[in-house]
């Protein structure tokens, strides 16, 4: 990104001019999409859960794969054991339990996983400074809502300003108790396996 001006009195991002900001911004968000489609070419087919699956995926725990690798020695040892899981590794031979194909599985987590690791600081950092910007304004202006709201019942011409307002804040705290009644638990069995707990 381009570098502070000499001449300029700013040392931060909060204190930064807002037009140097949205140029900045808007080379932020290519720089995303750039990485975005560099990582599409390193990876092509990466998939994209919805919300439902993304809740119900498993998350392996430190030291799992290894374990599981072990699981797999033994599936090698003694093949004939694990004829019955031969249709459910999703493999080419529906007759075989591949274990060749799940140990690929199982390392292409694990370097999926430290490749994500390296990127989340990044994304962390902007996600960071975005919370951090709103507590530097939003309770100081719903306070400033709050005495506006009193001033339009006997004010026209702010009531007419602040109209939109007053219906959007009622939206949101309604929609905030009837989306916790429509909320469903999890159905008991979904598209993705769960991991059992040893």
């Not at 003694?78 to 274990?99: T, V, Y």
């Not at 300003?161 to 929609?175: K, Q, Y």
């Amino acid at each position: 990104m381009a570098s502070k001006k000499k001449d300029s009195n700013w040392t931060t991002w909060e204190d930064m001019p807002i037009d140097e900001f949205r140029a900045r911004a808007e080379k932020a968000k290519a720089l995303a999409a750039e990485l975005g489609e560099k990582l599409d070419s390193l990876f092509p087919g990466l998939v994209t859960l919805t919300k439902e699956q993304r809740q119900t995926a498993p998350r392996l725990r430190d030291g799992e794969h290894v374990m599981l690798n072990k699981v797999l020695d033994v599936v090698d040892m003694k093949p004939a054991l694990f004829e019955s899981l031969a249709d459910q590794d999703e493999g080419m031979d529906p007759n075989r339990f591949e274990s060749a194909l799940l140990r690929d599985r199982i390392e292409k987590h694990q370097l999926f996983s430290e490749v994500a690791e390296s990127l989340s600081p990044i994304g962390g950092e902007i996600g960071d400074s975005t919370l951090y910007a709103a507590i530097k304004f939003r309770e100081t202006l719903y306070a400033a809502y709050r005495i506006a709201k009193t001033h339009a019942q006997t004010d026209r011409k702010v009531m007419d300003v602040l109209a939109p307002v007053i219906d959007f804040m009622r939206r949101n705290v309604a929609a905030g108790p009837a989306a916790k009644k429509s909320r469903k638990p999890a159905p008991a069995t979904s598209p993705l396996p769960v991991a059992d707990e040893a």
